[in-house]
Nanobody, 126 residues
């Protein structure tokens, strides 16, 4: 079993930056694709970014491309989402997710991820 805990959320003005971290415990995540999703009030959970098990492949939602960067440190069992040029529409609860299939490909589909953190709130004021 693996546990995922996010941190780094907060309140920031439009144009600002935040760095979210996802710390995994229970077992190594070095063989697993990881992703970030977000859910705003009254909206469906949506894909934000994903990274392959070795960091060699990344995918981004069009809405965050060029502003957000996903990375991982397998030695520390962590995944990070650097968010720059934040906009009010980025306001949401951000969750990290793990795909259980070892060496599985990166996916944009929430159904492909098996373990989820509880999330961290990001609020961007205009």
């Amino acid at each position: 079993q693996v546990q995922l805990v996010e941190s780094g959320g907060g309140l920031v003005q439009a144009g600002g930056s935040l760095r979210l971290s996802c710390a995994a415990s229970g077992r190594t995540i070095s063989g697993n694709a990881m992703a970030w999703f977000r859910q705003a009030p009254g909206k469906e959970r949506e894909f934000v970014a994903a990274i392959s098990w070795n960091g060699g492949t990344t995918r981004y939602a069009d809405s965050v491309k060029g502003r957000f960067t996903v990375s991982r440190d397998n030695a520390k069992n962590t995944v990070t989402l650097q968010m720059n040029s934040l906009k009010p529409e980025d306001t949401a609860v951000y969750c990290c997710a793990l795909r259980a299939r070892i060496l599985g490909s990166v996916s944009l589909e929430r159904e492909d991820y098996d373990y989820w953190g509880q999330g961290t709130q990001v609020a961007v004021s205009s």
